[in-house]
Nanobody, 117 residues
């Protein structure tokens, strides 16, 4: 299993920026060989994938965040980051990182992002 700890969330005004970070521990070989993703869950909604990145560093994005969010990973430091610019109120939610697909790997506690209008 890969243990994941997210950080970097907060309260920001619309149009602002935040940088989220996810630190992996445990089975690092699983982390380095697999695609990773950032997911978010808004209140009352299902968790959705917002950005993914392959082990080799190729990113993919949900249409709603394309052009505003940038995902990156550092396999030497065992981290996955999400730079979020041009934040909107609809980006509000708890953000989690995990494998993509998550394959029943445990979820971390997530980090809350709140965007005020």
């Amino acid at each position: 299993q890969v243990h994941l700890e997210e950080s970097g969330g907060g309260l920001v005004q619309a149009g602002g920026s935040l940088r989220l970070s996810c630190a992996a521990s445990g089975s690092i070989i699983i982390f380095r060989l697999n695609s990773m993703a950032w997911y978010r869950q808004a209140r009352g909604k299902e968790r959705e994938l917002v950005a993914g990145i392959t082990g080799g560093g190729n990113p993919t994005y949900a249409g709603s965040v394309k052009g505003r969010f940038t995902i990156s990973r550092d396999n030497a430091r065992n981290t996955v980051d999400l730079q979020m610019n041009g934040l909107r109120p609809e980006d509000t939610g708890i953000y989690y990182c995990n494998l993509d697909p998550f394959k029943s790997n445990p979820w971390g506690q997530g980090t809350q992002v709140t965007v005020s209008s």
